[in-house]
């Protein structure tokens, strides 16, 4: 089954304590993208990556890092979390026509 | 001015009625619109996708772009329970630097 997987599905953490979530397609997808969605703000892209190693900021790249060393993962790393980025965020992949597929989302808390 | 506008107003309709569901956005290079559905507690999937203006039509679902008013609709015929669902409406393309910009998406309830 075609699919995005993230993991994990919730999260609760503290302020400061690196953590990443990890996404993988099994798709052979070139592109892969991050978003986080917050309630009034809708859908914002925070990174996204043509290719293995080719990696570029969206709209809300502050305190998110990523990496593409593979092409069917695209993790997402908070390297010292802060309450603001509590929020839903979901991964999604695309081969480059206008299909875009999401995960299922990972719910982070930091406390 | 926000890329995308959509009311996020929640809807309540009964079973069997239409809903419809309206988006304008602001940057007339747009040349992809998309509604999106996400149920609870799952990520959005691509509903449906149109590159002109126009009429489109899936089954139950038609989308209606207007580009010269700038203008996106959804309208769902004969709504059905299963139907209840946040649907986001999106513009641009979904890679590279013209990157989709989402609406804040509408709630919709239909109530058997």
Same mark, same amino acid.
């Given at each position: 089954e075609a699919q995005v997987t993230q993991n994990p599905r919730y999260l609760i953490t503290v302020t400061g304590k690196k953590l990443t979530v990890t996404c993988s397609q099994n798709?052979?997808?070139?592109y892969m993208s991050w978003y986080r969605q917050d309630p009034g703000l809708g859908l914002r892209q925070i990174y996204y990556s043509m290719n293995v190693e080719v990696t570029d900021k969206g709209d809300v790249p502050e305190g998110y890092k990523v990496s593409r060393k593979e092409k069917r993962n695209f993790p997402l790393i908070l390297e010292s979390p802060s309450p603001n980025q509590t929020s839903l965020y979901f991964c999604a992949s695309t081969s480059g026509n206008e299909k875009l597929f999401f995960g299922s989302g990972t719910q982070l808390s930091v406390l | 001015q926000k890329e995308v506008e959509q009311d996020p107003g929640p809807l309540s309709v009964p079973e069997g009625a239409i809903v419809s569901l309206n988006c304008t956005y602001s940057? /007339?290079?747009?040349q992809y619109f998309m509604w999106y559905r996400q149920y609870s507690r799952k990520g959005p999937e691509l509903l449906m996708y149109t590159y002109s203006s126009g009429n489109k039509e899936d089954g139950r679902f038609t989308a209606q772009v207007d580009k010269s008013s700038k203008y996106i609709s959804l309208f769902i015929r004969d709504?059905?329970? /299963?139907? /209840?669902a946040t649907y986001l409406c999106a513009t641009g393309r979904p890679y590279g630097n013209n990157r989709l910009a989402f609406g804040k998406g509408n709630q919709v309830v239909v109530i058997p």
């Open positions: 798709m052979n997808h070139e | 940057n /007339s290079a747009f709504s059905q329970p /299963s139907d /209840s």
